[in-house]
Protein backbone atom coordinates (compact mmCIF):
# COMPACT_ATOMS: atom_id res chain seq x y z
CA UNK A 1 0.00 0.00 0.00
CA UNK A 2 0.82 3.20 -0.51
CA UNK A 3 0.11 6.19 1.40
CA UNK A 4 -0.02 10.39 -0.39
CA UNK A 5 -0.56 13.24 2.09
CA UNK A 6 -1.17 16.66 0.39
CA UNK A 7 -0.66 20.00 2.46
CA UNK A 8 0.52 23.69 1.39
CA UNK A 9 -3.04 24.39 0.10
CA UNK A 10 -4.92 27.33 1.99
CA UNK A 11 -6.13 30.96 1.23
CA UNK A 12 -4.77 33.12 -0.99
CA UNK A 13 -5.77 36.58 -2.82
CA UNK A 14 -5.71 36.73 -7.06
CA UNK A 15 -2.21 36.95 -8.58
CA UNK A 16 -0.88 35.35 -5.63
CA UNK A 17 1.70 31.31 -5.30
CA UNK A 18 1.11 28.73 -3.00
CA UNK A 19 3.45 25.75 -3.12
CA UNK A 20 1.41 22.08 -2.53
CA UNK A 21 3.80 19.18 -1.55
CA UNK A 22 2.65 15.49 -1.33
CA UNK A 23 4.41 12.87 0.79
CA UNK A 24 4.76 9.26 -0.19
CA UNK A 25 5.14 6.53 2.23
CA UNK A 26 4.63 3.18 2.71
CA UNK A 27 5.52 0.92 -0.32
CA UNK A 28 5.72 4.26 -2.56
CA UNK A 29 8.60 3.48 -5.70
CA UNK A 30 10.35 6.25 -6.86
CA UNK A 31 9.56 4.75 -10.32
CA UNK A 32 6.14 5.30 -10.30
CA UNK A 33 4.68 8.22 -12.35
CA UNK A 34 2.89 10.68 -10.33
CA UNK A 35 0.29 13.75 -11.25
CA UNK A 36 -1.82 16.39 -9.54
CA UNK A 37 -5.30 16.73 -10.41
CA UNK A 38 -7.75 19.31 -8.58
CA UNK A 39 -11.93 19.48 -8.46
CA UNK A 40 -13.41 22.31 -7.96
CA UNK A 41 -17.75 22.25 -6.37
CA UNK A 42 -19.70 20.61 -8.48
CA UNK A 43 -17.21 20.08 -11.28
CA UNK A 44 -15.89 16.55 -12.28
CA UNK A 45 -11.87 15.93 -10.48
CA UNK A 46 -9.36 16.42 -13.84
CA UNK A 47 -5.71 16.58 -14.28
CA UNK A 48 -3.73 19.63 -13.41
CA UNK A 49 -0.12 18.39 -14.38
CA UNK A 50 2.18 14.77 -13.74
CA UNK A 51 5.32 14.07 -13.95
CA UNK A 52 7.16 10.90 -15.08
CA UNK A 53 9.72 9.26 -12.56
CA UNK A 54 12.81 10.95 -12.55
CA UNK A 55 11.06 14.20 -13.41
CA UNK A 56 12.37 13.81 -17.40
CA UNK A 57 9.21 14.32 -18.61
CA UNK A 58 6.55 16.99 -17.02
CA UNK A 59 3.12 17.89 -19.00
CA UNK A 60 0.56 20.67 -18.12
CA UNK A 61 -3.20 21.21 -18.39
CA UNK A 62 -3.79 24.29 -21.24
CA UNK A 63 -5.13 26.33 -18.05
CA UNK A 64 -1.87 26.24 -15.83
CA UNK A 65 0.64 26.24 -18.68
CA UNK A 66 3.13 28.46 -17.52
CA UNK A 67 1.37 29.37 -14.19
CA UNK A 68 2.12 26.08 -12.67
CA UNK A 69 5.39 23.82 -12.09
CA UNK A 70 5.72 20.54 -10.82
CA UNK A 71 8.68 18.84 -9.85
CA UNK A 72 9.41 16.07 -7.83
CA UNK A 73 12.43 15.47 -4.98
CA UNK A 74 12.77 11.38 -4.86
CA UNK A 75 15.32 11.11 -2.46
CA UNK A 76 12.61 12.67 0.23
CA UNK A 77 9.28 10.52 -1.91
CA UNK A 78 7.56 14.18 -2.22
CA UNK A 79 6.40 16.08 -5.05
CA UNK A 80 5.43 19.74 -5.58
CA UNK A 81 3.17 21.98 -7.25
CA UNK A 82 4.15 25.46 -7.18
CA UNK A 83 1.18 27.78 -8.49
CA UNK A 84 2.02 31.00 -9.59
CA UNK A 85 -0.74 34.25 -10.71
CA UNK A 86 -3.42 32.23 -9.57
CA UNK A 87 -7.10 33.12 -10.23
CA UNK A 88 -10.29 32.54 -8.44
CA UNK A 89 -11.13 29.76 -11.13
CA UNK A 90 -7.84 27.64 -9.83
CA UNK A 91 -10.00 27.48 -6.70
CA UNK A 92 -10.42 23.65 -5.98
CA UNK A 93 -9.62 20.88 -4.14
CA UNK A 94 -6.40 19.67 -5.15
CA UNK A 95 -5.24 15.47 -5.24
CA UNK A 96 -1.96 13.81 -5.78
CA UNK A 97 -1.90 10.52 -7.21
CA UNK A 98 1.05 7.95 -8.03
CA UNK A 99 1.67 4.98 -10.14
CA UNK A 100 0.32 5.34 -13.51
CA UNK A 101 -1.88 2.03 -14.41
CA UNK A 102 -2.39 3.86 -18.40
CA UNK A 103 -0.36 5.59 -20.83
CA UNK A 104 -1.69 9.15 -20.79
CA UNK A 105 -0.27 11.38 -17.45
CA UNK A 106 -3.36 13.50 -17.99
CA UNK A 107 -6.03 11.02 -18.20
CA UNK A 108 -4.20 8.30 -15.59
CA UNK A 109 -6.03 5.98 -14.10
CA UNK A 110 -3.85 6.23 -11.15
CA UNK A 111 -3.67 3.80 -8.38
CA UNK A 112 -3.22 5.70 -5.48
CA UNK A 113 -4.68 8.87 -4.22
CA UNK A 114 -4.34 11.53 -1.60
CA UNK A 115 -7.26 12.84 0.34
CA UNK A 116 -6.38 16.05 -1.33
CA UNK A 117 -5.73 19.75 0.13
CA UNK A 118 -8.03 23.09 -0.45
CA UNK A 119 -6.93 25.44 -2.41
CA UNK A 120 -9.11 28.97 -2.42
CA UNK A 121 -8.34 32.21 -4.50
CA UNK A 122 -10.07 34.95 -3.36
CA UNK A 123 -10.14 38.83 -5.02
Known amino acids: QVYLVESGGGLVQTGGSLRLSCAAS????????MGWFRQAPGKERHAVAAINWNGDTTVYADSVKGRFSISRDNRKKTMYLQMNSLKEEDTAVYYCAADLLGSDFLVGPYNYWGQGTQVTVSS
Open 26 to 33: GRASSTYA
